[in-house]
């Protein structure tokens, strides 16, 4: 049985007083949250630490991005390490968001690296994938989807991703309020864990959790979260109001 995880990415949004005040209200909203649900916030990466510390063992803290460098430490300014977050007391790394790939040119094979980065510290990597609008409606977006996993994920082993969670987020859906449909989702989602069966084995695909992210808010989070394939989501605009998030963290329950 996967145990649901619902992660709130929140961009680069929120001064340190406003994300000050949702922080604390998700504090105390923790204790009617669902046993049976993981739950991670992503801050700017400013505040992570001042999260870390103060934040219930409910909610657990996790970084928008993390250094692909190979080194721990050094001369690489602007980096984050994947070591450095750890030590800060972050959980979880976001890699290879559509707008790290769109913004920043994030190739998978670069994502690839943020993955072996996070597995050397023990940080979780959450891990995006997702077809643009035009790979949607030409139905390859199957096959983009695959040879995105298929890059990120070359040369590792399972136990080395025993960790790793999945995020199916269609470009198309974020942040546009078009969300897919739960089948839609359904279909992405059992897609990736047959390609996880096929490379890392059916004990691997049966553990790994694959989150749906774009544009998933209260009124929908339910329907997409009782898909068989579905555990849980990343979730963008919906994180940034404390009464949303704790919604979407208990649809389903
Ligand atoms: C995201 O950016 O990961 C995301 C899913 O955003 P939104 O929920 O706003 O579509």
């Given at each position: ?9 929140w ?13 604390d209200?998700?504090?105390d ?15 700017p990466?400013l ?7 103060n934040s ?7 970084a928008q ?6 080194e721990?430490?050094?001369a ?8 450095i977050?750890k030590s ?12 790290r ?8 094979e ?30 390859a ?16 082993t ?7 969670v ?5 470009v ?21 864990r ?18 749906y992210?774009g544009?998933?808010k209260?009124?929908?989070?339910e ?12 979730i963008g605009?919906?994180s ?6 704790s ?7």
């Amino acid at each position: 049985m996967r145990k649901r995880l619902v992660a709130g990415n929140w961009k680069m949004n929120k001064t340190y007083r406003e994300a000050m005040a949702l922080f604390d209200k998700l504090n105390d909203a923790a204790s009617s949250m669902p046993a049976e649900v993981d739950v991670m916030i992503a801050p700017p990466a400013l505040y992570l630490t001042r999260f870390a510390k103060n934040s219930t063992k409910k909610i657990e803290v996790g970084a928008q991005d993390v250094s692909h460098r190979e080194e721990e430490e050094g001369a690489f300014t602007g980096d984050v390490s994947a070591k450095i977050l750890k030590s800060a007391g972050v959980r979880y790394a976001i890699v290879g968001h559509s707008e790290r790939r769109q913004y920043h040119g994030e190739s998978d094979e670069i994502i690839g690296k943020k993955i072996r980065a996070c597995v050397r510290a023990e940080l979780i990597p959450v891990y995006c994938c997702g077809e643009v609008l035009e790979e949607r409606e030409s139905g390859a977006h199957f096959d983009v989807v695959r040879k995105q996993l298929d890059t990120a994920l070359s040369g590792f082993t399972a136990e080395e991703l025993a960790t790793l969670v999945v995020a199916y987020e269609p470009v198309w859906a974020i942040g546009t309020g078009k969300t897919a449909s739960p089948e839609q989702a359904q279909e992405m989602h059992a897609e990736i864990r047959s390609f996880l069966k096929a490379r890392f084995g059916d004990e691997f695909a049966e553990k790994v959790r694959i989150l749906y992210g774009g544009s998933c808010k209260p009124s929908n989070a339910e329907e997409i979260f009782s898909q068989p394939d579905v555990d849980g989501g990343l979730i963008g605009g919906a994180s940034l109001n404390a009464d949303d998030f704790s919604a979407v963290i208990k649809a389903g329950f």
